[in-house]
Every structure is written in structure tokens, then in C-alpha cells.
């Protein structure tokens, strides 16, 4: 990697510049690796963040923003599994409707005070305050917290909450239906506490660096917007002792090819992959090209609304649209980044999962297009009669060019003509949200790392069901998931459900592919959902 | 009684065969002029010449622009560079089409977009500054505060707006560059249309119980014409570098079609990834079509416009 | 002069009134909001988020409470997008940057240009003609976002010499490229413009007097030619600062420079209202004040205009 333009980047850094830290210039406590001198660690984001205030925060990028600044009272370890936060632990009654919290002791704000329950009751009343509008109420009312629905439409006080500081270190939460993975739900930034006297004092320029007050291991010590976010050592953070890295930088760089020529400049630690580039850098850059898989999913929805067309509404054809779709050539040679083939909708990665057999994932494609060709056929549609349709996506080169391919294998092998469509960002919402399309893009992450996630947007109620898909037994298998103890095997036929009746053509599962600088340790690339804390990361010597 | 001389009766009777004063036209004079301009002939030749390629072009193609070639995709640096043993003349794109006949149809596109860019530009500023000038009074000023407010909204607003609006087409694309191009050129058309009203031709005109419609047909705009053409010569390389700039928002027209805007916009993004001629087949185009353009402009210029040199 | 002015401020003001109001309808018209999202909010956040910006009054009611804000506590209103901070905020953030290096590039531009016309224009026909005509055309037939990656992949990667983006308070070596990047097309353009206008000027029979009279090709340059030369150069350089100064949206993209640009184009795109509206005034009155210095220019180029 070429260090030419480091200078500059360093000589702005060193200039404000936290001196006197444990760890620079020695080794690692558990692994023992050499550290380096300069723990700083600079990464690419592609858009401004929105807000780094907790409750309001809806952007990756200003979540990861978040997860330094505050903790909440749950992490996430390297591997996404739960570990202490604030809270030290938690215990929950029988039927998993009253969770009880402990908070540690030595938690503080950046300015000094004590972390308390009461900061919690106040950031989660905060949360689903009609006052404050944040867009994230929703998280409070999928918590199922008692009362959120009524909190959120105004109907009840904010104190109507289901929650509650019994003593300053104690935190109960009181659910309105039972929810076993609750705590999970607590490694979202919604929940993180918020210093009421701060946020009271400078209502929404509370989260300004130079009012903002802090109790995760960093402090946001610099905003120039569409520019840089730098973010400093929290010295007291209850566990700043074991924090290795002084000093995050989030860049706003757009342009992704900008970006990486950037990182190969020596600008930067980490940056995303453009499209197609991973198997070129990781021959070049071996130590230097990640992959791996993430929580999301990217598929292609059949509009089966009474809008939708009649053709679709037609199980045969959607199921020869979705087996004639190569996934291998988009996985390999359009994204090429280590993203695997989707048969299923939730990824084969979400923790206990299983996609049932699929057919279809046995088949080679050949099989598969033969198949196809004969269902379409028994369809009705042919050289002579071929099928037509719309498919839209929101303008983007990635998605661009997955739907040229998609368009091209349809068109070469079963003679169907397509006509593509893309549509600016928020046309395309509106679009495809008022059912007034054929065929649309659509793609999810998970907010939680559990399958119904990801299957609940088949539920015929659900608000993100741009599909109007509608199965009752669906509907009445996600309804037991909610309170059932094993799940797994209500989530499998689900999907069982999906493969059959083809709502949607899952195309690709989503893998995280950056270039990271190899001396930034330990990037938690087993956790599906890229929680990533600052805290957890060090800079090793070169 | 004026005696009939022999002279006069030769007159009338040439006049009446129209042999012998062979009027020279204001605009064959134009034309001479430019023919005499090598610069501006140079470029029409050379512009001509794109043209062919881009009607004859396809005869040659072995790709269509919207196949994918599924054995090159794959490995785009490695086996889709320029080859004539491939079919792929130009190489192919970060998706295996070929681009030989994806840069024929993009610049297609281009020309399309400047051409009739410029098109609904003349027609409709010279419709409206004709009106402004001619009939003066409230209604210029109306008209003319009408024109100078959209002028105030930048440009790039309503181009995004128009097609966010209305939705991607050919259609909206040429809608969007017009809506933003006739504005200057309604108020060139309004500024020379107030002084040749003053003209006394147009006065005899009026004198003589010529109506409003004929004396703006035959009298203002063939005297407009000059100016119009060249105005609007300029606008064409103004529109393609405006499609240009839409590609690169991301705003251009759907896919499989595509335009030199957009082929250049991917290609300057793959450029470091040793893909070059993803770059540099649609740019030669691009650049070439508005060399010549603005010397043809230049050219027109000077023939259509002579005291203006 | 100054009544002058003052009857072209007064006009200027309904002006700027009607380009609020089109620019208001004109956005709403565009389908989504700026809370459309990827995950819809569920109705009664949606109404809590609309209550809070104002959005579920009738249309002329929030049209009217944005001109009174402005009118009397010049606050353009909150944004959208960015939860902590306003417009004025945005603007008094972004609007120095693309002003600092939009006003370099515009002086780069205009004094190469000019400078680069003349000596054309005074070689005439020799390879320095032909040289920077030839430049100039390649100049302003480049499309000018391909300038970005080919700057940083140059200044950068290879050379690394310069910061790949980034403002940093304007410090010189964050502002190279992006001068730069936004001067070339229109220094061609300028330099074409000049030697055109230069040419004629050197052509005109006063200066073929002055020349008769044996004046020195320096005076004459200086004294004579220059003031008309500059005639159809101002009318260009009036627009294009203008532009330079605010719409260099692909400057903020590649160099992450923070200006105006950005901010516009990603405010039409996220619906973010009140951002798309406060830019869209600030540019009305820019280009306002711009036309009335551009024609005080011209009464002080040509004493034959007055007004």
C-alpha cells in the first residue's frame, strides 16, 4: 500500500491529538501483538449522517456513529452474541413479559454523572414522544413495550410507558406480549440512554460536538458536514482502560472508485469494495480484501395486487421467472464480492434458521431453465406469445446491472421481453408502495438477528409488504413464532411456503466486502449484522 | 404617354422568364460563405463522417448493444478488451455488452438529444420572444418577468425535478433540456424582433394593411432566421453536455438504451481498474461530435452574420 | 445610476417572491416526501413527524408561514434530513466553501482564459494561436466530471502529492484540485470568447487608425483594444459566476469539499424541502445581483451606455 499522502492526513489528525494513552507503542493484553503508535483508526462512509442523537439516528452511518458514542445496556461481541453493557445482566419472569435490568455502578457521562435507570426511562419515553417525531417510534412499538402504540398516537402520557426505574440501578421494562428475544432488541441505538439535563438544556443542538454529553467510549469531538465526524477517547468511560483506539474518523467520500483510489493512497483503513472489484484486489491485495456474510437480502417483488398484472398472478410463471434467474453469474461475476445465491428470503446466516430443502437450490441450471421453459410453456407463453412485462429498480450501478443480467437471462432463454425501468430513490418508494409497478427491486437487512425479521414483511398486515402477498397460514405461522419457544421450524415452512409460491425471486444474501488496512485487529466479520464497536478494534505495528 | 423603348419591353419580358436577374438570396450568399470556410467544412465532413458510422455501424456489429456476452462477463479485464476476433471492436462493458454497438447507440442518443434539444429550443423561444417583441407593451413585460424568474431557478433544479417528476423517457429527456434551453433564446428572438419592428420595411408593411400574422410570418421571422440558426447551432454541444451531466446524476435514459453521457460517467469510474477503453471509445465520440459542432457553429456564424465579424 | 439600481433592487423583489412560490409547488409536485422511506413509518408516526415540520397544514398555509419566517426572523426553517441543524445552519456552513473555491476557480478561468484569448488573438495564425485554441477546445469539449477521478487518480495516487478530498478549513493543498477540476471548461470557453472578440476589436478601423498613427502594439493593446475586447467577455463571465459559485455539485462529490452543491442536489433527492428551497433562494438572488453588477460593468466597459 502506498503511504505518500499519510502526511497530510496525519499532520491534521496529530493536531488534536490525545497524548498519554496506555496502549500506544505496546502489545495487545490477549493476543500480544505489537501496537501501534498511532492508534487512529479512519474509515470511508458513502453519505452524511442524518443524526448522531440515539433516539432519532434511522442512517448506518450515523448508527455506528451511535454505538461509539453511547452504550446501551446490551453489546454485541465480535460474533453478534449478547454481552453486558450499562447493564450487567438481566432477568426475565416465566412467560418473558417483565424484563429486569441491573445497571453497573461505574457508568458515567462524559461529563462525570453517574448512569443511571432514570436515563434509560428517560431516552425510551424520549423514543416514543410524539414531541420529539423520531422516526424510529416504530422500534418502541415492534419492543412491544407496553402501551407504546397508545404513547406514540398521543393517546396516553409518555409516563404510560411500560417502563420504569425502581432505584437508580435497577431498570424494568414491561412488554405487552411476550418476546423472548428482547434482549437482543437492546443492541439498537433506539434504546441507548440520553443525559436528560443536557438534551433539556440545548433541546435539538444537544448532539452539537460542543454540547454533546456521552457515556460510550468515545466523545464526538468534531463535525464539518459532508466532510469528516472524528470522535475521541471517552476518559470516563467505565471500561476506558481496555479501549485501545484513541481516535475515529468517518470521511464522507460518495464515489465509492473515488474512495478506494483513496484507501490505496494511504488515506484510509477501510472502505467498501465497488461492484466487481473484489476478485482483481483480493489477487493483488490479498491481506488487504475482505468478505463476509451479512444480514441482508436482496430479491426482486411480483406486485400481486389487484394492480399487479394478470400474468403473475399465474404461480407457473413465477416460478420460471425465478428459475431461469442465474444466480451464479450475479453472485460471480456481476457482485463478485463472496455474496451467496438466495433460495430462501431470510439469509442461511440468521441464528436459528434453516431453509427447508429447496428443489430448486439442488438443480443444476440447465435443470432449472429447462424447467422453466415447461412451465412457462404449460402457461401459455411462448415464441409466438411472449410474455411482457415491466421490472423497476432505483437508480444505482449495482442494481443497474443486476437487472440488465436478470433481463438478458429471461430474454435468451425464455424469450420474454422486459422493459427496464429506474426511478430516483424516492419516486421509486412511492412507486412501489402504491403497488404501481410489475416487478421491483426491494432488499433487507435485519434489525435483529432473527428470522422473523426478514419473514414478517410476508405477513399480509405487514406495512413493508409491497407485494400484497397473502397466505392465512403464513399469517398464522408468524403469529405462533411471536410467543412460540422453537421457532425454527415454524420460520421453515414459512420460507417452504415462499419457495412454492414464489411472492418474491430472492436473487443474492448481501456480504460485507471492504478493503481494510491489515494492521487494523480484530473487525468483527462474524457479526451478520455489522455491529461494529470502536472500542473493540486496535491498530497493530507495521 | 410614355413611348414603350425596346430596353424596357426586353426587361419586362426577362423579368416575366426570371432569366437574367438571378436574385443571390440572403441565404445562398450565407452559404457560399461557409462553403469558403475550410475549418467549418472540415467539421461538417468530419461530423458526416460519424454520422455514417453510426447509420452503416450496426451492418458491422457482431454484438447487439443490449447482449450480454455470458463468456467475456466474467473476466471483463482479462478477455473483453478491443479485438477484432472476439466481434467485440471496442471492447466490452462491466457487463459484458459490447461496446461497439452500445457507443453507436449511445451516440445515436447524443445527437438525437442535442439535435431536438435544440429544436424544441428554436421553436418555442422563437414563438415566444416573437409574441414578447412584436405585440410589446404589458404583455412584453409579462412575459419577459416570466422568463427572467425561471432564468433565476438554477437550471439543475428543474432538470432533476422534471425527471423525478415525469418519470425517464426520451420523451421527458428532451422535455427537461427544452423547458431549460428556449429561455435565452426567447429573449435573443425578443431583442432583434423590437428592432426590426421599428424597420421601415415592416412600417410599409403595416402602412399597407398587411395583417399581424403576415407581417410576423413574412416579414420578421425570414429576417430572424440568422440568428435563430446560429443561436441554436450553439445550444446542440450545449445539450449534449447537459445530457452529459444528467448521466452522471444518475438521471439519464433506462437501460438497455444508453447515451455517450452515460457510457463516459461508468467508464471514468472504472478507469483506475484497467479497463481504459471503457473510457476512451465513448470520449473520442463525445468529443469529436462537439469539436466539430462548435466549429460548424463558428462557421454558421460567420456566413449567417457578417457584421458581426 | 443609483435610482438605477435601486428600480432593478425593486423589481427584484416580486421576482424573488414568484420564484419561491414556483420553486414550493413546484417540489411538492415531485412524488414522495421527505419522509418516505425504505421502512415506511407506521401512520401515527408518520403523523407525529408531520405535525412536528408542519407538513399536515394545507399547502398556501405553509407556503405562507415560510415567507413570514423569512420576512420576519430570516429563518429558512429546520431541515429535514439533518435533525440538529437548519438551514441557515447548511447554508452558513456550505455556502463559504463553494464560495472560496468557486470564486478561485471563477478568477483561474477568467484570468487564464483572457489572457491565454489575447495572446492568441495577438499571435494570430501562429502555432500559439493554434496551440490554445487547440487547448481551449479540448478544455471545454472534456465533460467536466470525468476532471475528478482523473485529478485524484494523478495528484494522489500516483504522484501523491495532494490529499485525495477533504476541505480542512481551505487550506491550499485541499483546494488545488477542485479549482482545478471547475476551472478548465470554462477557461477554454473564455479563452475561445476572447480571442473571437479580440480579433474583431484588432480588425475594427480605430484600431487600425491608432495603428496608422504609430502608436506602440503595447498601447494600443492596453489602452485600445482591451476595454471592447472585454464587451461580449463580460456578458459570459456574469452567468458563469453565478454557476461557479454554487453549482459544482460534482466538486463536493469527488473531493468531498462540504460546499452548496452537494447539498442542493441531495435535497432535491431526499425531498428535504426546506434545504431544496433556502439553496434555491440564495441562488435567485445570487443571480440577481449578479445581472445588475454585470450590467454596471457593462456602462463602465462602454460609455455609450448609460442609465
Avoid at chain 2, 417583441?133 to 432564468?151: E, K, W
Wanted: hydrophobic letters at 45%; a negative charge.
Amino acid at each position: 500500500m502506498q503511504k505518500k499522502t499519510r502526511l497530510f492526513v496525519a499532520g491534521l489528525l496529530s493536531s488534536t491529538f490525545i497524548t498519554g494513552t496506555a496502549f500506544a507503542g505496546g502489545t495487545h493484553p490477549t493476543t500480544g501483538e505489537p501496537l501501534a503508535d498511532d492508534q487512529t483508526f479512519i474509515y470511508r462512509v458513502l453519505d452524511e449522517h442524518t443524526s448522531v442523537d440515539p433516539q432519532v439516528v434511522e442512517d448506518v452511518s450515523g448508527s455506528e456513529i451511535v454505538r461509539d458514542l453511547f452504550e446501551g445496556l446490551m453489546n454485541q461481541d465480535a460474533d453478534g452474541n449478547l454481552v453486558p453493557g450499562v447493564a450487567t445482566g438481566y432477568t426475565a419472569n416465566e412467560d418473558n413479559t417483565v424484563y429486569t435490568f441491573t445497571l453497573r455502578d461505574n457508568a458515567k457521562w462524559s461529563n462525570g454523572d453517574p448512569v443511571t435507570a432514570s436515563d434509560f426511562v428517560f431516552a425510551w419515553q424520549r423514543a416514543a414522544s410524539p414531541e420529539l417525531a423520531s422516526a424510529y417510534q416504530w422500534y418502541i412499538e415492534l419492543m412491544s413495550i407496553e402501551n407504546a402504540s397508545a404513547v406514540i398516537a398521543g393517546d396516553k402520557p409518555l409516563d404510560a410507558l411500560g417502563v420504569k426505574a425502581l432505584d437508580d440501578l435497577t431498570f424494568e421494562v414491561t412488554l405487552s406480549a411476550p418476546l423472548p428475544y428482547f434482549p437482543q432488541m437492546t443492541t439498537h441505538s433506539t434504546t441507548f440512554p440520553a443525559p436528560q439535563k443536557v438534551v433539556e438544556m440545548h433541546g435539538d443542538a444537544w448532539i452539537k460536538p460542543e454540547n454533546i454529553v456521552s457515556n460510550g467510549a468515545y466523545v464526538l469531538t468534531e463535525h464539518l458536514p459532508q466532510e469528516r465526524s472524528t470522535r475521541e477517547r471517552n476518559t470516563m468511560y467505565w471500561d476506558n482502560d481496555a479501549t485501545i483506539i484513541d481516535k475515529v474518523v468517518a470521511l464522507v467520500i460518495n464515489d465509492e472508485n473515488v474512495a478506494l483510489t483513496r484507501y490505496m493512497a494511504g488515506e484510509l483503513d477501510r472502505t467498501e469494495m465497488p461492484a466487481g472489484q473484489f476478485p482483481r484486489m483480493s489477487k493483488e491485495h490479498p491481506e488487504e480484501a475482505i468478505s463476509f456474510p451479512r444480514l441482508c437480502s436482496y430479491y426482486y417483488t411480483f406486485n400481486l395486487s389487484d394492480s399487479g398484472p394478470e400474468e403473475f398472478k399465474d404461480v407457473r410463471v413465477r416460478k420460471a421467472l425465478a428459475l431461469t434467474v442465474d444466480r451464479k453469474i450475479i453472485t460471480e461475476n456481476v457482485m463478485a464480492g463472496g455474496q451467496t445465491e438466495a433460495f430462501s428470503f431470510a439469509p442461511v446466516a440468521t441464528a436459528g434458521f434453516e431453509p427447508p430443502e429447496a428443489k430448486m437450490a439442488s438443480m443444476s441450471q440447465a435443470e432449472r431453465d429447462a424447467m422453466a421453459v415447461e412451465l412457462l410453456a404449460e402457461a401459455g407463453f411462448g415464441k409466438d406469445n411472449p410474455l411482457k412485462f415491466n421490472m423497476m429498480y432505483n437508480t444505482s450501478e449495482g442494481h443497474k446491472k443486476i437487472a440488465v443480467a436478470m433481463s438478458q437471462m429471461w430474454k435468451q432463454k425464455l424469450g420474454v421481453e422486459v422493459e427496464l425501468s429506474n426511478q430516483e430513490w424516492k419516486v421509486f418508494l412511492e412507486t412501489r408502495g402504491n403497488q404501481d409497478f410489475e416487478l421491483a427491486r426491494g432488499a433487507w437487512c435485519g434489525d435483529y438477528n432473527e428470522a422473523s425479521t426478514f419473514l414478517d414483511l410476508m405477513d399480509s398486515e405487514s406495512g413493508y409488504n409491497d407485494g400484497k402477498f397473502e397466505s392465512a397460514r403464513v399469517d398464522e405461522l408468524l403469529a405462533s413464532a411471536k410467543t412460540s419457544g422453537d421457532t425454527t421450524p415454524l420460520y421453515t415452512e414459512v420460507e417452504q411456503i415462499i419457495a412454492n409460491e414464489v411472492p418474491i425471486i430472492p436473487i443474492y444474501h448481501y456480504a460485507g466486502v471492504y478493503m481494510m488496512d491489515s494492521d487494523v485487529g480484530n473487525w468483527p466479520v462474524n457479526n451478520v449484522q455489522q455491529n461494529w464497536y470502536s472500542k473493540d478494534l486496535y491498530k497493530i505495528a507495521e | 404617354m410614355f413611348a414603350k423603348s425596346q430596353k424596357a419591353q426586353d426587361l419586362a419580358e426577362d423579368v416575366a422568364s426570371e432569366s437574367v436577374v438571378k436574385g443571390r438570396s440572403l441565404m445562398r450568399d450565407a452559404w457560399l460563405r461557409f462553403i469558403q470556410n475550410k475549418a467549418a467544412m472540415g467539421c461538417s465532413f468530419v461530423l458526416g463522417m460519424v454520422i455514417l458510422f453510426v447509420i452503416i455501424g450496426p451492418l458491422f456489429a457482431v454484438w447487439n448493444h443490449e447482449e450480454i456476452d455470458w463468456a467475456t462477463m466474467g473476466d471483463v479485464r482479462g478477455l473483453g478488451y478491443p479485438s477484432i476476433e472476439s466481434g467485440h471492436f471496442f471492447g466490452v462493458d462491466d457487463l459484458g455488452r459490447d461496446l461497439f454497438s452500445r457507443t453507436i447507440q449511445a451516440t445515436q442518443t447524443s445527437l438525437l438529444v442535442g439535435l431536438i434539444g435544440a429544436a424544441m429550443a428554436l421553436c418555442v423561444g422563437t414563438l415566444y420572444g416573437v409574441t414578447a417583441g412584436y405585440f410589446g407593451g404589458r404583455l412584453d413585460t409579462a412575459m419577459m418577468a416570466f422568463v427572467d424568474i425561471l432564468l433565476a431557478i438554477p437550471t439543475t433544479l428543474i432538470i432533476i425535478l422534471i425527471l423525478v417528476v415525469a418519470g425517464k423517457s426520451f420523451i421527458t429527456l428532451f422535455l427537461a433540456l427544452g423547458a431549460v434551453s428556449w429561455l435565452t433564446m426567447s429573449r435573443i428572438v425578443r431583442g432583434q424582433t423590437l428592432a426590426l419592428k421599428s424597420r421601415e420595411f415592416i412600417e410599409a408593411a403595416r402602412a399597407g394593411g398587411v395583417s399581424d400574422t403576415a407581417i410576423v410570418t413574412r416579414h420578421i421571422v425570414p429576417n430572424l432566421a440568422g440568428v435563430v440558426i446560429v443561436y441554436a447551432s450553439i445550444l446542440v454541444p450545449d445539450m449534449i453536455l447537459a445530457e452529459s451531466f444528467i448521466s452522471f446524476l444518475g438521471l439519464g435514459i433506462s437501460e438497455p438504451n444508453t447515451s455517450l453521457g452515460a457510457l463516459i460517467a461508468e467508464g471514468a469510474g472504472t478507469m483506475a481498474y484497467g479497463t481504459l477503453w471503457q473510457l476512451l471509445f465513448p470520449l473520442f465520440f463525445y468529443v469529436t461530435i462537439i469539436i466539430t459542432m462548435f466549429f460548424i457553429g463558428d462557421g454558421l456564424r460567420d456566413a449567417l452574420d457578417p457584421k458581426d465579424r | 445610476m443609483l435610482s438605477y439600481i435601486i428600480r432593478r433592487l425593486l423589481v427584484a423583489i416580486p421576482t424573488i417572491l414568484l420564484l419561491i412560490i414556483a420553486c414550493f409547488f413546484l417540489m411538492h409536485f415531485a412524488p414522495g416526501g421527505p419522509f418516505t422511506s425504505e421502512r415506511p413509518p407506521p401512520p401515527a408516526v408518520l403523523a407525529n413527524l408531520e405535525a412536528r415540520y408542519g407538513l399536515d397544514q394545507p399547502l398556501w398555509k405553509q407556503l405562507w408561514d415560510y415567507v413570514t419566517n423569512i420576512v420576519l426572523h430570516f429563518d429558512f426553517g429546520p431541515s429535514f434530513k439533518f435533525k440538529d441543524r437548519d438551514v441557515n445552519d447548511i447554508i452558513a456552513q456550505g455556502f463559504p466553501i463553494s464560495l472560496t473555491y468557486g470564486f478561485l476557480s471563477f478568477l483561474a478561468a477568467s484570468s487564464v482564459g483572457i489572457v491565454l484569448g489575447c495572446v492568441a488573438a495577438i499571435r494570430h495564425n501562429t502555432w500559439i494561436d493554434y496551440f490554445t485554441v487547440s487547448l481551449g477546445i479540448a478544455a471545454q469539449a472534456l465533460p467536466n466530471f470525468i476532471m475528478g477521478p482523473i485529478l485524484i487518480l494523478t495528484f494522489t495516487l500516483w504522484l501523491g502529492l495532494l490529499p485525495g478530498g477533504g476541505w480542512n478549513g481551505g487550506q491550499w493543498q485541499y483546494l488545488v484540485m477542485p479549482v482545478i477540476a471547475l476551472s478548465t471548461s470554462y477557461m477554454g470557453s473564455i479563452s475561445r470568447i476572447t480571442r473571437s472578440s479580440m480579433l474583431e476589436v484588432l480588425n475594427s478601423n480605430f484600431i487600425r487608425t491608432a495603428r496608422a498613427k504609430g502608436l506602440p502594439a503595447r498601447t494600443i493593446i492596453w489602452r485600445h483594444a482591451l476595454k471592447p475586447t472585454m464587451m461580449p467577455v463580460m456578458s459570459y463571465l456574469g452567468p458563469v459566476f453565478v454557476y461557479v459559485l454554487t453549482g459544482s455539485v460534482f466538486v463536493d462529490i469527488y473531493f468531498s469539499t462540504g460546499g452548496l452543491g452537494q447539498a442542493f442536489v441531495g435535497s432535491a433527492l431526499s425531498r428535504d424541502y426546506s434545504v431544496l428551497l433556502g439553496v434555491t433562494i440564495l441562488y435567485g438572488v445570487l443571480t440577481v445581483v449578479v445581472n445588475l453588477l454585470t450590467d454596471l460593468a457593462y456602462a463602465w466597459l462602454d460609455p455609450k451606455i448609460r442609465y
